[in-house]
């Protein structure tokens, strides 16, 4: 069964899945418990459950649709009929199909069917968020992907087709079932707590719980997208899961599967360049016209019916006041109502992060097997003149950085109203500088002056970037983040005339350069622990700003590096790597500043708090809330001079003081 999480063996082989939230819940009980073991059948078995049931409704939904009693009468779909005739059949097909679904549900699941597993919203959530389930329930198609890009990366196109393709059978499938799961009841649950003050009639309550239903299955994609431990989708997941596999058909010579996977790329976008060119290609190859040869079903079959749900979803948004937020950029400008595309034109322009991708590179360098997907290694150590120093490029989506953005914009509008309006930079006095810590974000987030959303994101991309860096520069031995800084240099206006100086001066992370000899100290004042350094770029709209690396002489530039969102230079923070900023000299240029440590004493404590501040609710175990609650603004660590190390002392009981590292 391609779309059951591989190593889910039944508890009790044969007997009828439990509820999954019940289970769920045990193997909580039992991992606050301590018990490691039954935790892990019992999460697995609510996994197992959660897949049977989102099974036997895309099973029963295909069969019930099929059965000639409960499928629509054809006059419906066809041949006008006498007027109020439809309502009748309509109705009358939705009994039976209701009728259907539950006796074939009663079959497979026991006698309840659908009903007695059903999950409750809230715990419905906190399952979808956990790592361990999005890991179960996406691995499949990925470890397929996976191997297939890895092969590719190896020249190994013929057996990298089998895999690429079983990727895309299983995420579609996978999407399937995601798409049957809206019509289940937990889906609606929220909707009902909604209206329970008005009582829509016949019509409209049937056209609203379609609606819904239709909301849900478009974010399908979104959900198949996500892997696990992102905030957000892979963009365009299907489409480039069809480019991967006409380029692997094309290089192992099968033309004509090469031309119905690049013409099913044109079915979403039909002005694809490089499909395009491909297509001329592909058909000079194979010589005579081959008029059988169009796209793949699969996919015709999968955009024919998301258009046709597009297009009752831009209906009703026009027609009856209800809300869509089409997950994909495929869809033609003439599906959207003439009234709402201004609208959401003008919020595409608003979008302040860059717009064309990274080119994606083939694999070829024994490391990148550890690189996430998406993520791909522009430049190495030899491209950028040095020894480890690395560029990096994927690692944020652009709505990622949007967020990063936005929440770098909040933090420095919090502060500029407590009175740190204009602070100068340390670097030099044509630039204004704001710094960001984890810490500060959660803290910010927890007293609702930022978004928790952005504060959260802040956590997880530090993490992602220390997995990669671990993985590209140590993977023999663990890296712990030491300090993490979301930072933002803007130019000041009216003082960029002959600028001489630089945003931020040639120095090395981790000891004192000494130019004229070409030295460099690894003592105090230095942050002497900290062993790769990394610079996670969120935006490019801005004038000046590359970053550059420079012989230890600190004068001559060996290589440069242009920031953009999504952007990750990694490099050694010694000697070998002296680096500087050219001047910002319009604009305002964030990055994510991230100091890794081989030494654990050194790692970043306030991660961890802001990790425990940013906890949901629910989650929490019997906090002092009021201790929390009331300390916080009172201890709020206002800004520092970024350009000092300093000694704060942590008065909360229980914390033995620390240093806390600053620029
Ligand atoms: O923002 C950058 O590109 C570099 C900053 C830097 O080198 C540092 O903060 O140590
Ligand atoms: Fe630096």
Redesign the pocket.
């Known amino acids: 069964e391609p779309s059951e999480p591989p190593g889910l063996a039944p508890l009790s082989p044969g007997a009828l899945p439990q509820a999954p939230d019940l289970l769920y819940a045990d193997g909580l009980r039992a991992y606050a418990a301590g018990a490691w073991a039954r935790a892990v059948a019992l999460l697995r078995e609510a996994l197992r459950s959660q897949a049977a049931l989102g099974r036997t409704r895309r099973d029963c939904g295909a069969s019930c649709a099929a059965e000639p009693g409960a499928a629509l009468p054809a006059q419906l779909l066809g041949a006008p009929e006498p007027p109020g005739s439809w309502e009748t059949l309509l109705l009358r097909a939705t009994l039976r199909r209701a009728d259907c679904l539950t006796r074939c549900a009663a079959r497979k699941l026991g006698p309840g069917g659908a009903a007695r597993l059903r999950v409750g919203s809230a715990l419905r959530n906190a399952f979808r968020r956990r790592e361990p389930y999005n890991y179960l329930q996406r691995a499949y198609y990925q470890a397929a992907y996976d191997t297939g890009l890895e092969l590719l990366g190896r020249q190994e196109a013929g057996l990298a087709l089998p895999r690429l393709e079983e990727a895309l059978q299983a995420s579609l499938a996978q999407m399937e079932s995601c798409r049957a799961g809206c019509e289940g009841p937990e889906e609606q649950q929220g909707a009902e707590e909604e209206e329970a003050g008005s009582s829509p009639g016949l019509y409209e309550a049937i056209a609203g719980h379609w609606i819904r239903v239709l909301q849900c299955r478009q974010r399908c994609v979104a959900d198949t997208a996500t892997r696990p431990g992102r905030s957000f989708p892979v963009p365009d997941f299907l489409p480039s899961q069809l480019r991967r596999l006409y380029e692997a058909h094309a290089q192992v010579g099968n033309l004509s599967q090469a031309v119905e996977n690049v013409l099913s790329v044109l079915l979403f976008y039909p002005e694809d360049e490089a499909a395009k060119s491909a297509l001329t290609q592909y058909q000079a190859e194979l010589g005579e016209p081959r008029p059988g040869l169009g796209p793949r079903e699969d996919i015709q079959r999968f955009i024919l019916r998301s258009l046709g749900e597009k297009r009752q979803l831009y209906y009703a948004m026009e027609h009856l006041g209800t809300s869509f937020e089409d997950p994909d950029s495929w869809t033609p400008v003439s599906f959207i109502p003439e009234a709402l595309r201004e609208k959401l034109r003008e919020d595409q322009e608003t979008r302040p992060w860059d717009h064309e991708p990274p080119q994606l590179k083939s694999l070829t360098y024994w490391k990148d097997v550890l690189l996430l997907e998406g993520v791909t290694l522009t430049h190495d150590a030899t491209q950028l003149n040095g020894s480890e120093r690395a560029v990096l490029d994927g690692l944020l989506t652009p709505a990622e950085c949007g967020v990063l953005l936005q929440l770098a914009k909040d933090a420095a509008g919090a502060g500029a109203r407590s009175g740190y309006r204009g602070r100068r930079s340390p670097h030099t006095p044509h630039e204004h500088f704001e710094g960001l810590t984890v810490l500060k974000a959660a803290q910010l987030a927890r007293a609702g002056t930022v978004g928790s959303q952005g504060a959260k994101l802040l956590l997880e991309v530090s993490e992602r970037v220390r997995t990669l860096t671990q993985a590209y520069f140590s993977p023999e031995r663990p890296l712990h983040l030491s300090f993490t800084?979301l930072?933002c240099?803007s130019a000041i206006e009216g003082e960029q005339e002959q600028r001489m100086d630089l945003?931020?001066p040639v120095?090395a992370?981790n000891c004192i350069l000494e130019p004229d000899t070409g030295e460099c100290w690894r003592e105090p004042p230095a942050y002497t622990y900290r062993d790769y350094?990394g610079?996670l770029?969120l935006n490019d709209d801005f004038q000046g700003?590359d970053?550059f690396f420079t012989q230890p002489n600190a004068l001559t530039v060996t290589a440069q590096?242009r920031?953009r969102c999504g952007r990750l230079?990694a490099f050694s923070s010694g000697g070998e790597n002296p680096?500087?900023?050219w001047a910002v000299t319009r604009g305002r240029?964030c990055?994510l500043?991230l100091w890794h440590t081989w030494a654990p004493e050194h790692k970043e404590q306030e991660w961890t708090e802001a990790k425990e501040l940013l906890k949901e609710p629910e989650e929490e175990e019997e906090e002092d809330e009021e201790e929390e609650g009331g300390e916080m603004p009172s201890r709020d660590p206002s800004p520092e001079p970024p350009s000092r190390k300093f000694q704060r002392v942590q008065d909360k009981a229980g914390k033995p003081p620390r240093v806390r590292e600053e620029?």
């Open positions: 800084h930072v240099r945003s931020h120095h992370d350094s610079l770029y700003g970053l590096v920031p230079v680096h500087g900023v240029r990055a500043a620029l």
